[in-house]
């Protein structure tokens, strides 16, 4: 259907919200009603009005080629009074001017819906501000002619028709770009093909696949281009290439800018490519650090709606919104560069970003596809990374400290409720004090057998008071009150969902300094309906082994297809080899050492160059660097640090220079361990002195209990699947091209365990496996 015989539908709400906004850009805290208050203070002001009075009236009206929709809160046609309710907590005055606005135009939308509908010539329009703390009503009316309702819908339909066939034009040739787009490069890589030939599939088929594919063969270009082609076949809305880490967002961009279809074939429409965004955080963003987001502080929030749709329309004619060209956008018509890429997050075609923004409880593109019914194409690089993240999503922590130097300095207004969750924070760490032997060190973790429902009763009374609170006097609103505010909710509403794919612990480290958590175990509850929401999702990664660990704990659908890309190494570049009478067990550490340095010295003199030595924790680096000092003084060394700043990450980095020589050593699972390039002579071999497993201590051997219980795979799930991830990560570092040549040495006896070489690279000859 062409844009010029297409017909669109709005919702009155979304109309409003595209066409009607004005006024600054305003993000001060506001303590709002809960979805189930907004219901019931609607019910509430139904219950007040006489028998005559219709609430959720359906309206509807057509102009040209849009329909809009909607249910207008209430109408009385004995007063003919229409009106919109709106709940509110705090003082009425203090609401924010463009919601105020928001607020008229979509009661004005109505009015024209409802005096169309029924032949009215005039009507009174009211707004309805419900407290509800306080459940009083503000009426706030104006008298209305017909006539001036229909003009402000008419402006409003026109300024969404002039858009939306906008809109209509681009997809149509963006999708005839895609069509005839092609790979930007002669031939594939070895195994390229392959992976692209399953991505394909899987956009096709609407499922999802689980794609281990080794470094090198190009995974960035391997899944984007055969998504993008299947972008317009597939009828997709939107592809989320979702990363882990910055440098996998510049890789996703830098692949992107080779499939652009104008560079491709500049005879297509100006407006042919995809329009391309980078989400970024909101501190990387702003303009002003430090400075509110809000019209009175900040230059680019007053007035932010009144130049938005000016700014939108120049980067849309732009289809290109990395960090600098969103910033560049932003700056020339004054607006906040973050919260137009929030806007330009609804009109982009392909959005880059952390993982966060699909998969996170308040995920922005995930809230969008649910809104505006997007079919979305997932891509997910580093996809062995999500397991630990989205556990981090949907956990939380109370801090003690915070609490009591919150609660020292609140407003008197908030002491009842502060005391009584301190009482309550005190009788959770006194009963685990008491049930701790008196020659155990009080300075302990401990796995709490159910919800402390009283302190998270507590809590939600807490929140309560501190939203009203704030909601009255907004002056009061320290950043630390509001910390502890979103902390509270944040706790309070997981320990809503509480189930045996989460824990309850609390560790004690001295008297007022205990720490409660909520941690989540098995993300695979929350991500579900995430994956569900998506017509395809591709999840890549060098390390997908064994599949079912991912489909269990993702929550991944039942069909999902797991496929292991042919790698393009041999054997005969990658010389791997096992240490069997070295033990790293943390009982055998100290007589470890002096095999490993031993080891490491030997095969650095056999061939000079640059390597890397992987240990379990800085505690173990350390002694094995100080060993190797002593008996190899000559040997240069350098050594990752606990907590390295981004300059002295750069600086260990850089150390690996073209010819050079030296051993640089690092933890496993830490920054060095994965998504470190360093291809050709720069690195040439590697040392992993540990399996990578995850300590044994109460936290993961509650973890295994319930991993034992829900999968029957405790033991795997816990301890030797994940280790051996950041094994093969970090052995991952040596060979980046096929041309790389290099070795890597496994120094503990379960190296030869033929489980544990089950989860090793296929391609690798190690314990007699034939090579390639």
């Not at 924790?617 to 050594?639: C, G, H, I, W």
């Not at 990578?692 to 034992?708: I, Q, T």
């Amino acid at each position: 259907m062409s844009s010029a015989t297409a017909e669109y539908r709005i919702a009155v709400r979304a109309l409003c919200d595209f066409t009607a906004r004005e006024g600054d850009l305003d993000h001060r805290f506001t303590p709002s009603p809960s979805a189930q208050e907004g219901i019931a203070g609607h019910i509430l002001i139904a219950s007040r009005r006489g028998d005559g009075y219709m609430a959720e009236l359906p309206l509807s009206g057509t102009y040209k080629s849009l329909t809009v929709t909607g249910r207008a809160d209430g109408y009385d046609p004995a007063e003919n009074r229409l009106e919109e309710v709106k709940t509110y907590r705090g003082n009425l005055d203090r609401m924010a001017d463009n919601q105020r606005a928001l607020h008229w135009a979509q009661v004005r939308i109505y009015g024209a819906l409802l005096c169309r509908a029924r032949g009215l010539d005039e009507v009174t329009l009211t707004l309805v501000y419900l407290d509800i703390a306080t459940q009083k009503e503000t009426l706030l009316s104006q008298n209305a002619q017909a006539s001036e309702l229909e003009a402000f819908f008419t402006i409003q339909c026109e300024r969404f028709i002039a858009w939306a066939e906008q809109e209509a034009e681009h997809r149509l040739a963006r999708d005839a770009a895609l069509t005839t787009l092609s790979f930007p490069h002669a031939t594939f890589r070895p195994g390229q093909r392959e992976l692209a030939e399953d991505v394909y599939k899987a956009a096709s088929t609407g499922r999802c696949l689980l794609a281990q594919a080794p470094t090198g063969i190009g995974k960035t270009l391997g899944t984007l281009f055969p998504m993008l082609t299947a972008m317009p076949r597939q009828r997709l809305d939107r592809i989320a290439f979702l990363t882990m880490k910055t440098p996998g967002r510049r890789l996703a961009l830098d692949a992107l800018a080779q499939l652009r279809p104008d560079e491709q074939a500049p005879e297509h429409a100006a407006n042919a490519a995809p329009r391309v965004l980078e989400l970024i955080a909101r501190d990387k963003a702003c303009e002003y650090p430090g400075t509110a987001c809000h019209g009175e502080a900040c230059p680019l929030a007053a007035g932010f709606y009144d130049r938005l749709p000016a700014a939108r329309q120049a980067a849309v004619a732009e289809n290109w919104w990395d960090r600098d060209a969103l910033r560049k956008v932003a700056l020339a018509h004054s607006v906040c560069p973050y919260y137009l890429g929030q806007e330009l997050a609804r009109w982009a075609d392909v959005i880059v970003g952390d993982v966060n923004h699909w998969f996170d409880r308040h995920a922005l593109l995930h809230g969008l596809a649910q809104a505006n019914d997007w079919h979305v194409g997932l891509l997910v690089d580093e996809a062995h990374n999500l397991v630990e993240r989205a556990r981090g999503m949907y956990s939380a922590e109370l801090d003690q400290q915070r609490f009591n130097r919150v609660r020292r300095s609140a407003p008197k207004a908030l002491s009842r409720s502060l005391t009584s969750l301190g009482r309550q924070w005190q009788a959770v760490v006194k009963e685990v004090a008491e049930s701790t032997p008196d020659d155990t060190d009080r300075t302990d973790y401990h796995l709490l057998d159910t919800l402390p429902d009283k302190l998270v009763g507590a809590l939600q009374n807490a929140a309560a008071s501190i939203t009203n609170h704030l909601g009255e006097h907004p002056e009061d609103a320290s950043f630390e009150l509001q910390e502890l505010l979103f902390e509270a909710l944040a706790f309070c509403r997981l320990a809503e969902n509480f189930g045996d794919h989460s824990l309850c612990d609390i560790t004690l480290e001295g008297r007022g300094k205990a720490l409660i958590g909520l941690r989540n175990l098995i993300p695979a509850d929350f991500l579900t309906p995430r994956f569900k929401a998506a017509h395809c999702a591709v999840l890549f990664s060098a390390t997908l082994t064994p599949a079912h660990y991912y489909r269990d704990l993702l929550g991944l659908p039942a069909n999902t297809v797991w496929r292991e890309v042919c790698s393009p190494f041999v054997a005969r570049q990658l010389e791997v080899r096992i240490r069997r009478d070295i033990s790293t067990r943390f009982r055998d550490r100290e007589a470890s050492l002096t095999p490993i340095v031993a080891e490491m010295a030997q095969q650095y003199q056999q061939a000079p160059g640059h390597y890397l030595a992987f240990f379990s924790s800085f505690t173990y680096l350390d002694a094995a660097l100080k060993r190797f000092n002593e008996q190899y003084p000559d040997v240069p060394v350098f050594a990752q640090t606990p907590g390295m700043r981004e300059a002295e990450r750069e600086a260990f980095l850089q150390r690996f220079t073209p010819g050079g020589q030296g051993i640089g050593f690092a933890v496993l699972g830490g920054v060095f361990a994965e998504g470190v390039d360093l291809p050709g002579d720069r690195l040439i071999g590697a040392f992993i002195a540990t399996l990578g497993l995850p300590p044994f201590n109460a936290f993961n051997e509650a973890l295994k209990a319930r991993l034992s219980a829900r999968f029957g795979q405790g033991d795997d799930y816990t301890y030797r699947i994940p280790g051996m991830i950041k094994v093969v990560q970090a052995a991952g570092r040596v060979i980046r091209s096929p041309d790389d040549e290099g070795v890597v040495v496994l120094m503990d006896d379960r190296f030869a365990q033929p489980g544990v070489q089950a989860l090793l690279p296929s391609w690798w000859a190690v314990g007699g496996r034939s090579s390639q």
